[in-house]
């Protein structure tokens, strides 16, 4: 790479990384487009750090996956111009016959060379933000791991003719563990402990949540204005979204965040498709909790919940599924909006307006 690094100028190189757990495979491309050098290289920031240190400015593509957050900044804070690809965009890497981690580092080469546009970049949100999610997942991770050993504890006990207690699960160990049978104390009872070993891990990191809203993220209090969106999937919301203002439109948060439907228009055929779930997964699923509990008897009255409804009496439990998504989506906007405009949230604005009739109870 000597002569590389002595006679190239910004953006006459484009580099292709193909990341690996264990290595990169490197794809150096020259202005014209011919390979000037292949080459492996031990994925870690270290090995990162004296391969590219010295090259000069240039253009690296690399793909979005577990390294990419460290491996882009460290490029990008080296001087170099860091493209991350969108996965979804690469379809034509993983179809291809002869896939190997060579061939992937010079396509990710010659069209971040050709054009950047076609990988729909993506820009990772920062270290910090990412810590912060990762506390969120984490809980996530337990709650689902309790809820899991406790549907086990409860079928384990059932072809022995006996059934444990309806109760939440944060008290399922103190009001179940008497009604364990005898004999199923050695496989149950190590369970238990296991079960309030997280109840006291979640305690805790639902406390460190509660005062990085109140904290750090004040914000978080105009977005729980809304009944049935607690702390949790508003913080989750704005370190996901991190810079409000990155929409031009507000409706376009529910399309990043992958609530909208597919398209896959021919002529004048436009069939109905599933949503494309191209957006963050753990947000999305605290989205459709949310739209589930706001459509529930428990939800308020509000504008929302009202016009979901009316999707979901268009027909079967396909309507009411769509219906929770659609309010998903809408419930996003919402939130979006809160957090721009810093209103305070009328749940029937839109009905007030309209005249339509407003319960008693929903008067202020």
């Given at each position: 790479?000597?002569?590389?690094?002595?006679?190239?100028?910004?953006?006459?190189?484009?580099?292709?990384?193909?990341?690996?757990?264990?290595?990169?495979?490197?794809?150096?491309?020259?202005?014209?487009?011919?390979?000037?050098?292949?080459?492996?290289?031990?994925?870690?920031?270290?090995?990162?750090?004296?391969?590219?240190?010295?090259?000069?400015?240039?253009?690296?593509?690399?793909?979005?996956?577990?390294?990419s957050l460290w491996a882009s900044r460290l490029l990008g804070e080296l001087g170099h111009e860091v493209i991350v690809a969108n996965p979804r965009m690469l379809r034509f890497i993983y179809g291809n016959n002869s896939k190997n981690d060579r061939a992937d580092a010079d396509y990710l080469a010659r069209v971040g060379k050709l054009d950047p546009g076609l990988l729909h970049p993506i820009v990772h949100r920062s270290e910090e933000n990412q810590g912060y999610l990762a506390l969120l997942r984490s809980r996530d991770i337990l709650v689902h791991t309790r809820a899991r050993l406790v549907t086990h504890a409860r079928g384990l006990v059932k072809p022995f003719g006996f059934k444990l207690p309806r109760c939440s699960t944060t008290a399922f160990v103190k009001k179940a563990q008497e009604h364990i049978p005898e004999i199923l104390a050695p496989a149950l009872v190590p369970v238990f402990g296991?079960?309030?070993?997280?109840?006291?891990?979640?305690?805790?990191?639902?406390?460190k949540i509660e005062a990085l809203a109140h904290e750090t993220y004040r914000e978080t209090a105009l977005l729980t204005q809304v009944q049935g969106v607690g702390t949790l999937t508003t913080l989750a919301f704005m370190l996901t979204i991190e810079d409000p203002s990155r929409f031009?439109?507000?409706?376009?948060?529910?399309?990043?965040?992958?609530?909208?439907?597919?398209?896959?228009?021919?002529?004048?055929?436009?069939?109905?498709?599933?949503?494309?779930?191209?957006?963050?997964?753990?947000?999305?699923?605290?989205?459709?909790?949310?739209?589930?509990?706001?459509?529930?008897?428990?939800?308020?009255?509000s504008d929302l919940k009202r016009w979901g409804l009316k999707l979901a009496e268009r027909g079967g439990k396909a309507a009411k599924k769509r219906a929770v998504v659609a309010v998903a989506r809408k419930l996003s906007v919402l939130l979006l909006r809160l957090w721009t405009t810093g209103e305070t949230y009328e749940p029937l604005r839109n009905a007030r307006k309209r005249g339509d009739p407003i319960p008693s109870a929903a008067v202020s």
């Open positions: 790479m000597s002569d590389i690094t002595t006679t190239t100028e910004r953006s006459k190189l484009t580099v292709g990384l193909d990341i690996g757990d264990r290595f990169t495979q490197v794809c150096v491309l020259d202005e014209d487009g011919e390979v000037l050098e292949e080459a492996r290289v031990t994925t870690s920031p270290r090995a990162f750090q004296q391969r590219f240190a010295a090259m000069p400015p240039a253009r690296l593509v690399l793909e979005a996956g577990t390294h296991i079960i309030s070993v997280l109840n006291d891990q979640i305690r805790e990191m639902d406390g031009p439109r507000a409706r376009a948060v529910g399309s990043y965040l992958g609530l909208r439907p597919r398209q896959d228009e021919s002529g004048t055929l436009k069939p109905q498709l599933h949503i494309t779930k191209a957006g963050d997964k753990f947000l999305r699923s605290l989205l459709v909790e949310c739209a589930q509990y706001m459509l529930s008897s428990r939800g308020e009255d």
